[in-house]
């Protein structure tokens, strides 16, 4: 199975809107079981932390600042207010309709 | 609140086997309500889903690992393991244990992960 497609950076001021994109296929992103996609973040050393998670859901805790979307094959990540604590690595990951999970390659994420 | 916590050796020889164990606080791999999944992270690289496992014994396997990984529960300890065998440089990474709840594809609790290194 191959990794789903995400831009290898991406960047903003603080308190701009930045949008990550992971791009997938019909058979995981855009699959019949197509609301079971999530984002990660992951800040160097750290285990990744669950942001986003069924393509719109944030876990309690989350920051409104971050948001998903998701159309087809591609989905997306948004966050506004961008924020120094932003800056780390952000990963998507889906359900495959062979029942297993994929992850994307990641994005790193520089506040500038 | 619940915690996983990955144990094991730092060191594998090449075509050795290797193996971890993640063990679960706050909550218990017997329920039925998730899947216990193993993932890692190459140096530098992204994520790699590796498989998981159910309280039953059942399992889903990447089919990258399929003819190399194992898989285990043990709920009278509240762990879980993996088994990889003839290991090569490629598998140096971190791994993590995770929980899935079942219905959801995401991994919502995450260990810490442990750097295991492939070298002779």
Known sequence: QSALTQPASVSGSPGQSITISCSGTSSDVGGYKNNYFSWYQQHPGKAPRLIIYEVTNRPSGISSRFSGSKSGNTASLTISGLQPEDEADYYCGSYTDSGTRVFGGGTKLTVL | ?120
């Open chain 2, 1 to 120: 609140q619940v915690q996983l916590q990955e144990s094991g050796p730092g060191l594998v020889k090449p075509s050795e086997t290797l193996s971890l164990t993640c063990t679960v606080s706050g909550g218990s791999v017997n329920s039925g309500g998730f899947y216990w999944t193993w993932i890692r992270q190459t140096p530098g690289k992204g994520l790699e889903w590796i498989g998981y496992v159910y309280f039953t014994g059942g399992t889903n396997y990447n089919p990258s690992f399929k003819s190399r990984v194992t898989i285990s529960v043990d709920t009278s300890k509240n762990q879980f393991s993996l088994n990889l065998k003839f290991v090569t440089a490629a598998d140096t990474a971190v791994y993590f244990c995770a929980r899935e709840p079942r219905s959801s594809a995401r991994h919502d609790y995450w260990g810490q992960g442990t750097l295991v290194t492939v070298s002779s």
